[in-house]
């Protein structure tokens, strides 16, 4: 079992909120800025979707709130595969910040799942091959996963 | 049972991606406008606040994408109140697009999970009672709400 | 001469940034925003340039801050034609905030030149002339106009 | 005469609109973080301003479009101290294309004016010592700059 893929972002002043923290919708950007770098890292870029005639819909996301993140913290996003289905994927996201000290922790969690869509007709299609094979050789490496294989969220 | 608040948004073209629909991560700018108007309407605007030292976190949103809506599109966010707890409760937003024949459907749902904090400490605390009285009053207006009550989301 | 076209605006919660004022950026949004519904007030809607087979461009962009917008500000975009050129327009805007005692002042002042692009080659074309005649009726409406003709900005 | 401080940055998809190309108000915000990470460099970082019971006021931005910048495109944004006065100073900003090919291009340039005010009392303070002094070894690093002295933007 491989580690997470790391993406390393700088909180932006213009994401900092009047109560000093990161506005929670931002998460989004970011988790669609790091499942880029993710398909990037595991060999799938999703420029090269065009090859297959498809593209990705994020059909859900969802974020839990566990700390703040402030303006010039040192943070992170942790990207995971959590499950393949036949025309969907689930990547999950934590947002790690590492303090001074060194301590780190999770300070929002999120989850993301994809629809492959026919550039044609924008249906469903199933998860192109190279796609399923990146995906299923690194699902699974959540906290909680006892192995590498392929885990409902 | 009263009918949903419905708030009007008109989708920002700097909203739009190259796909030509809005982005997923700024429907939680929308849901977060539309809750304050939505507080406003129950007669418990945020900025009241501050008299009872709390404040609101936002520690859980998801969103469904159902239809896309792009810019120039006619769309409206309800909100409903899905449920209150003893220190939290739950908004339900539909995005609701109209297409120039009239027709309406809702094209984006989403969830926020809302605690109430304490200004002083950043601990949870009790609904104050004037947001509970505003909130049951209009809690479980959603869909599949059988009666005006509490329900859970 | 005619009044300014005066756009509304509320100020987002995640428009504010930790100062407590809307950070300067979103200005920029504001103004594509009023830019479009001004040319919706003056008869020649941006989704009608393509029947022209052209398409806006913004070239230029520029603000000058004189006080600050904070979150449930009441405040509105008004909208001038500045000057038209061949192939090109400017529009100025100016953020106004209305305070409860009644006083009104501009809060950040902005300045956008437009070029009309083909969109079949994405080189200047002069302006259509509708677009033209509806921005002349409404050119140098400027506090400093002395009357309603074309003026530099 | 060193190099311009250059600021490494990766255009966001949500930053990307229906013309295929970065929305220019976006840049501001490029601005504002490459402004940040230059003053790091130049060894004044903004979070020490409050030292000096001081922040920044960005009083003027402004920019021009000279040629697209897309999704996934290689861009950097270079860093240029224009002009120092006695309580404000100018940065400028130039995004810059680095094609396949090698070829690079100026895509849009821009200018901040930036204020020193009191965190008292928000009116403007000379520039600080060490600020003036960092800034002036560093001004005047434009193309068009005859020496390190401080110029005119």
């Known amino acids: 079992m491989t580690a997470a893929f790391s993406f390393p972002i700088v909180p932006r002043y213009a994401e900092v909120d009047q109560q000093g923290v990161v506005f929670h919708g ?33 059909v859900h996301a969802e ?39 060194g301590t780190e922790m999770p300070t929002t969690r999120g989850r993301n799942v994809y629809v492959v869509v026919s550039t044609q007709d924008w249906t469903s299609r199933e998860l192109p091959i190279p796609l399923r094979k990146a995906l299923t050789s690194v699902a699974g490496q959540g906290r909680n996963a006892p192995n590498g294989g392929t885990v409902l969220p």
Chains 1, 2, 3, 4 share one sequence.
Not at 29 to 58: I, M
Not at 82 to 98: E, I, M, Q
Request: with cysteine; aromatic share 14%.
């Open 63 to 101: 974020l839990d709130y566990l700390a703040p993140v402030r303006w010039r913290d040192d943070v992170r996003v942790e990207v995971r595969c959590r499950s393949t289905g036949r025309t969907s994927f689930t990547l999950g996201f934590d947002v790690v910040r590492r303090d001074p000290d």
């Open 26 to 58: 931002h998460y989004l950007t970011w988790f669609d800025e790091a499942s880029t770098a993710f398909l990037d890292h595991v060999g799938v870029p999703v420029v090269g979707f065009d090859e297959w005639d498809v593209d990705l819909q994020t």
